[in-house]
């Protein structure tokens, strides 16, 4: 058996940003279903959407639209209870109007639910309480959706709150703890809601002024396209989280908000330019890479992982060119013919993009589309220029080139993930060279080595963890559930979390083995198996068979 040698850990400003990133994605990642519930209302509902008084298609349901979309004549309609607000009409004068669900939505809800995240992922339930009295604050000090102050002052007020904690850690009187913990949280949340509205809300708009203009310039003089030279290069590296969900995010929505749908949403999501560069890999590759790359198309275009794709683009560094020139094509038809999305597309899969444009109608769609055929044109065709003038050196060096440029994605993340893995996999399976050893080996102490502390303990909880919880880690509990349930068991849940969620109760936890240390010690008593991919690990199978015995044995 061949090993390969440890990936020297990456450091420095990258890694800074990629840390950054990460909590930024940490916010909204978990908020997603939100967002999209907020689309699909706006979509349906506002007076342009499919039941709107406006309706493309004269599906015009009436009063409902006018009821859930806002501004119809409560004194018409006569719904009661409904919340209602002053509203301006055509003739200058003022009526009132309901209020709805889309701009309620936009203002309170999604600013909220990110501060409250945010706080959480700093300092818990604790954090994510004052966090968002904290974020409030902010919000009604504004007149703008406030996404960017929930991101900064909501970490911010749970960080305070957790250097206020350490004040009086073990000096609070036996009795008076839940007092104490009470007051305390509700008196900083309230002046830090006070400091919201009258100092940070003017500063947030500010800033949201500043990177508006900025977009606004781009928009105006036709640039937009340029900024595919900064984010095609920055996700290959994992730096786009910062961009995308730290800027093109609030202000993708800010701008939906105003028109229906927003073309920042698709700079970074279109999964044209890495379609592109697999299927030039498929017809001009060589070797390891040319053989996975037929099967990442599928892990990147219809499920929206595209991380699948960065070993191809660091194989040869060359083709980042051509990821530029396919993003900058899909952005410029965006930019010429009016394509948006109305809400976030996450993951960047061609499935999540459709059901995004949808809003913008028919022809929103098809021009959504038309960019992602042309990024994955022009992707392919510069991509196979390059693979083609290097395609006899390539076979020549063909061998542990592809399974580098795999290491230096894992490197570049931080992390090892189930996408990398399964092509990791792939790609030793062609080469015949032999597998990868890993902390698979845990998973031997963990079910035989632990001096039978294994067979005395009931597998009925198995929990897969990953950063998130949310992408990778669910992936892995789907194919352990399945296995499961083909084994006939039954009475053993499998689930997945973020690591930081984790609460001890597990009896086993799976995870990928640069996270095995972290979840330990977040779960110390559970029992700990680490794999190399969450997709097709062998060590499933023996998990399998001891819950099989263990249930046998009963």
Known sequence: MTTTSPTKKPGGA?????????????????????????????????????????????????????????????????WPGAATALTANADGGTYQGYVGLVS?????????????????????????????????GVIVGTNIPMFLGAMIMGPLAAWITKQMDKLWDGKIRP?????????????????????????????????????????????????????????EPAKVLFLNNAINH????????????????????????????????????????????????????VIQFLGGIHEIYFPYALA???????????????VAVNMIFGGGLVFPAAPGSIIAVTAAAAGGGVANVLVVYLSVIVAAVVTFLVSGVILRASRKRDQEAEGDSFAAAIDQTAANKGKESSALGALRTRAAGTTGSGTT?????????????????VATKQLNNIVFACDAGMGSSAMGASVLRNKIKKAGIEGVTVTNQAIANLDGSADLVITQNQLTDRAK??????????????????????VVEMVRSQHESK
């Open 14 to 78: 990258r890694i800074a940003v990629q840390r950054f990133g990460t909590f930024l994605s940490g916010m909204i990642m978990p908020n997603i279903a939100a967002f999209i519930a907020w689309g699909f209302i706006t979509m349906l509902f506002i007076p342009a959407g499919f039941f709107g008084a406006k309706s493309p298609f004269g599906w015009h349901w009436a009063p409902v639209a006018e009821i859930i979309g806002g501004g119809g004549d409560a004194a018409t309609i006569g």
């Open 104 to 136: 309620v939505m936009i203002t309170y809800l999604l600013p909220l639910l990110i501060a409250n995240t945010g706080g959480r992922i700093v300092y818990g339930a604790r954090g994510g309480v004052v966090a968002t009295i904290a974020v409030m």
């Open 175 to 231: 009795g008076f703890e839940m007092l104490v913990n009470n007051f305390s949280a509700g008196i900083l949340g309230m002046i830090l809601a006070i400091v919201g509205f009258f100092a940070f809300g003017p500063v947030f708009l500010g800033i949201s002024a500043v990177l508006g203009s900025i977009v606004g310039f781009l928009v105006q003089f036709n640039l937009l396209p340029v900024l595919s030279i900064i984010v």
């Open 246 to 297: 730290g800027v093109f995010t609030p202000l993708g929505i800010e701008q939906a908000a105003n028109t229906g749908k927003s073309i920042l949403f698709l700079i970074e999501a279109n999964p044209g330019p890495g379609l592109g560069l697999l299927l030039a890999f498929t017809f001009f590759g060589v070797g390891a890479a040319k053989a996975s790359a037929p099967g990442a198309i």
């Open 316 to 330: 040869k560094p060359m083709t980042i060119l051509a990821l530029i020139a396919g993003g900058a094509s899909g």
């Open 437 to 453: 050893e890993s902390a698979d080996h845990d998973v031997d102490a963990a079910l035989g080595g632990l001096g039978g502390g």
């Open 521 to 542: 010690a977040q779960s110390p008593d559970s029992l700990h198996v680490s794999v190399d991919n969450f997709m097709n690990s062998p060590r499933y199978d023996e």
